[in-house]
């Protein structure tokens, strides 16, 4: 290949760079809109309004501050003229969390509905209202809350009424499980085959709300999208991903059974915030949140304007989100023919680089065969950079989220990735030649591509596109006169350069355990297009100081990382206790899965408690002896008693006389049929249930085992916070607990 020497390639190479920062930016969220914006329009400082109301405090299932939220929220949509009802279900798990037991609990979703003028469907937002025991949940979900509410005001104001039926759909018993979801489509009572859900979430503080998953068939909703929302944010790479390849759950997860065709946003930038006591008002971003509402008001807009029975059901197009919100749709066969193109002038350009003696096939070959190594090396990188951060700093590990300041790492991560790909660069232009290495890299480039085009080629457009222009681009520049050569080369390379702007950034602030995966594979192949500019400019001698300066700059943001991320009261760190107390044998124990910290050394020490307390807490790691409390174990009424034909049937009333949000029961033996609060429960779970919010007077249960003793024990969880144990105290202000730190008691429950 023929690129330009020296300063020209470099300054090639740093407009694309520029590019790829510039694009970058464009698709954080900037700017929102004040409390006095028209009053047809959302404004996410009147939407800041509402989440100020209701993330007051903390308002988990079954707490007395949840049903102060639920009955705020019902009135809100009243006022508002929407026919409002608040649904009470037996929800449970819509999918398997644990292969032996299943979460149930009573719930209460909020339904409200604005009727259609001539409907051809129902347009659902959905958002859930409860938030977890550890923090309010102002942007978990209450800015998914908000976001519904000012785009229901801002459809009234504007005095435009839909042609479909409108319902907000504010489910209960998210956090637990995904409960009230799963009770509404179990309920049956909704429009299925004519409707559209736009689901609400959060996994973060801020960035950009993503359409990171999808229902198929998706190019009927991906369509519709298209030129209404003004933010798409989606591409048929990362919800191909969240498909199939990820254990995160929304909502969406118990709507897509029940047939419905849904759209899941979330936002998960600044992922510290997440389900921690700082999710509150103060924390969040008013930027994200007006990108959330716009896109929801134009989607309200579009889909409440559609024939919903005649969306379409094809499956073949291909999409991705350019700059300024540009969402592009393209038909699976550009992809395919695009890569078949991409192959011939790859081919055109092997020949001509023999031709022209500037390097022989083989070591072309054996320098793409290495540059496959790159992803890998890559991956590698980040994820050893990652494992050394948490080796110095261990609390990184227990939070299971990115640092209060993840920007240094993020960058850092970027870079390594980069800096695994400059030194195999150096390695191979040393080793296969100038030209060799550079035209390796891009053959190896356009393999990947043309393997995943033919795999799966919807989301193989994020390789295919820019692999094909720069084949094309290198082609060029056995033709061109010099001095075209080197401007319509690096166009060629602009859309590796978009490409690269649009993922990498995005897949960082998604978070740093994702890095080797999300961040990795895009720096290291589009990346890698992009050092074709350098392929006459790369320094002849000591290549090797160009990553090894790389790296010495991994290590500086590395190092100013760990020293501007310092934890403190406005950025506590995460915890975990647990309080178990043996109601039968008044023996008490502390019980951590974390290894004790300066606070929690106080309570427990680095060994398992063993028997019988790990059987219900299998991720303790830590325990000590604890006082025997005052908390009275839950109780297990006999209802009735029978034996029929070698099956035994009981009937039980399970109450928590200190009225704890959850109650819990095991069993050791098999158990044929099991019913819960007037639920059946298929299949039955192979070693017990529990149940979130259970009432006052308790609930029922029925178990159908085989005829003999039935061993069953019976748990009760508090909030550990508000036992009331004697002698507690709450951790310091740097510290919070984690949701699932409880003051549980248990008792065996015997039926010979």
Request: net charge neutral.
């Amino acid at each position: 290949m023929r690129a330009a020497r020296g300063l020209q390639g470099c300054l090639a190479f740093a407009l694309l760079l520029a590019v790829a920062l510039a694009t970058a930016w464009e698709q954080q969220p900037h700017g929102y809109r004040p409390a006095s914006a028209p009053a047809d329009t959302f404004s996410a400082e009147r939407a800041l309004r509402t989440i100020e109301e209701i993330a007051r405090r903390t308002h988990p299932i079954g707490s007395t501050e949840h049903d102060r939220v639920r009955d705020y929220l019902a009135g809100v949509l009243r006022t508002a003229g929407l026919q409002t009802e608040i649904r009470t279900a037996i929800g449970k798990w819509p999918v398997a969390f644990k292969n032996d037991s299943v979460g149930l609990g009573r719930v209460q979703n909020i339904v409200a509905r604005l009727p259609g003028e001539h409907a051809t469907g129902t347009v659902y937002l959905v958002a859930h209202y409860d938030s977890v025991t550890s923090g309010p949940g102002a942007n978990d979900d209450g800015s998914g809350v908000a976001a519904i509410l000012e785009t229901v005001r801002a459809l009234k104001a504007s005095g435009t009424g839909l042609r479909n039926d409108l319902v907000v759909l504010l489910t209960d018993g998210e956090e637990p499980g995904l409960l009230g979801a799963e009770a509404f489509v179990a309920a049956g009572n909704y429009d299925r085959d004519r409707s559209v859900v736009i689901n609400h979430d959060a996994r973060g503080a801020g960035g950009p709300p993503l359409l990171w998953r999808l229902t198929r068939p998706v190019a009927p909703l991906i369509r519709a999208l298209s030129g209404a929302a003004p933010h798409p944010n989606t591409d048929a790479v990362s919800t191909a991903l969240a498909g199939d390849a990820t254990t995160s759950t929304t909502d969406f997860s118990a709507f897509q059974p029940g047939g419905l065709r849904v759209l899941d946003w979330a936002y998960a930038g600044k992922s510290a915030y997440y389900h921690n006591r700082m999710d509150d008002p103060a924390h969040i971003g008013l930027p994200t949140l007006q990108q959330l509402g716009e896109n929801t008001l134009a989607q309200a807009k579009a889909f409440g304007q559609r024939d919903l029975g005649n969306l379409g059901n094809d499956t073949d197009r291909t999409f991705f989100t350019l700059p300024f919100g540009t969402l592009v749709l393209l038909p699976v066969w550009v992809i395919i023919a695009l890569a078949a193109l991409m192959a011939l002038a790859l081919a055109w350009v092997l020949r001509q680089v023999r031709r022209n003696g500037d390097a022989g096939v083989v070591r072309v070959l054996l320098a793409a065969a290495t540059s496959l190594v790159t992803v890998p090396l890559a991956a590698v990188a980040t994820y050893g950079l990652w494992e050394l951060l948490k080796t110095v700093r261990p609390a990184y590990g227990e939070a299971g989220v990115d640092p209060y300041v993840p920007q240094y790492y993020q960058v850092a991560m970027i870079l390594a990735a980069a800096a695994a790909l400059l030194a195999w660069y150096a390695f191979a232009r040393r080793v296969f030649g100038p030209t060799a290495a550079p035209v390796g890299l891009l053959t190896g480039t356009a393999v990947i591509a043309a393997v995943a085009a033919a795999l799966a080629p919807a989301p193989a457009y994020v390789l295919v596109i820019p692999a094909c222009a720069a084949t094309i681009g290198v082609a060029l520049t056995f033709v061109l006169p010099d001095r075209w050569r080197l401007p319509l080369f690096t166009i060629t390379l602009l859309p590796a350069a978009v490409f690269l702007g649009v993922t990498v950034w995005t897949g960082a602030q998604a978070g740093l355990e994702g890095a080797p995966f999300l961040v990795a594979p895009e720096v290291a192949l589009l990346g890698g297009l992009l050092l074709l500019t350098l392929s006459r400019s790369w320094p002849a001698r000591r290549g090797w100081t160009v990553p090894a300066t790389v790296v010495v700059v991994v290590a500086a943001l590395a190092a100013t990382g760990l020293t501007v991320d310092r934890y403190g009261d406005s950025r506590p760190r995460v915890t975990q206790l647990v309080y178990a107390l043996d109601a039968d044998h008044h023996d008490a124990r502390w019980i951590s899965a974390f290894a004790p910290n300066d606070w929690t050394r106080t309570y427990v020490i680095g060994t398992g408690p063993g028997a019988p307390y790990t059987d219900l807490w299998l991720a303790a790691v830590s325990s000590g002896q604890a006082a025997d409390q005052a908390l009275t174990p839950p109780t297990a009424q006999i209802l009735s008693d029978s034996t029929d034909s070698g099956h035994r049937t009981v009937r039980l009333r399970l109450q928590s006389p200190r009225g704890a949000p959850r109650i819990d029961l095991h069993w050791d033996g098999p158990v044929q049929a099991l019913r819960v609060a007037g639920r059946d429960i298929t299949p039955v779970p192979a070693k017990g249930f529990r149940f979130y919010a259970p009432p006052a007077q308790g609930i029922e249960v029925t178990l159908v085992a085989p005829a003999g003793p039935l061993h069953l024990r019976l748990a009760d969880q508090s909030w550990l916070s508000d036992s009331n144990l004697q002698g507690f105290q709450n951790p310091p202000p740097d510290y919070y607990f984690r949701q699932d730190s409880t003051a549980l008691v248990f008792t065996a429950v015997q039926l010979p």
